[in-house]
Nanobody, 125 residues
Framework: QVQLVESGGGLVQAGGSLRLSCAAS????????MAWFRQAPGKEREFVAS????????YYADSVQGRFTISRDNAKNTGYLQMNSLKPEDTAVYYC??????????????????WGQGTQVTVSS
């Protein structure tokens, strides 16, 4: 079955960096677009960034534009989220998600059928 496994979360000071990874199995990774979402305590899950199957279409939420970089390596069946200049408000559980190749940017969580279990990112001030 399809499995997405995130790793790379942790505790970091404000201004620091983390790199999240999302290892995919049970699917042909290059046939899927992928995205990162996050959910802070007491808040709804929100879109962070998305990348299409080829890496040629990338989109970021305004809150992370210029600080985060999404990428993927289809040969390794792995997606990445490089997070720089982290802020306390970036503290959340981060989830990767995958969906069949689409023709447009998808930012809603219900547009992605496959999800990882999440990895905690905590940014201290």
């Amino acid at each position: 079955q399809v499995q997405l496994v995130e790793s790379g979360g942790g505790l970091v000071q404000a201004g620091g960096s983390l790199r999240l990874s999302c290892a995919a199995s049970g699917l042909t990774f290059s046939n899927y677009d992928m995205a990162w979402f996050r959910q802070a305590p007491g808040k709804e899950r929100e879109f962070v960034a998305s990348i299409n199957w080829s890496g040629g279409r990338i989109y970021y939420a305004d809150s992370v534009q210029g600080r985060f970089t999404i990428s993927r390596d289809n040969a390794k069946n792995t997606g990445y989220l490089q997070m720089n200049s982290l802020k306390p408000e970036d503290t959340a559980v981060y989830y990767c998600a995958a969906g069949r190749i689409g023709l447009r940017v998808r930012v809603r969580s219900d547009e992605y059928p496959y999800w990882g279990q999440g990895t905690q990112v905590t940014v201290s001030s």
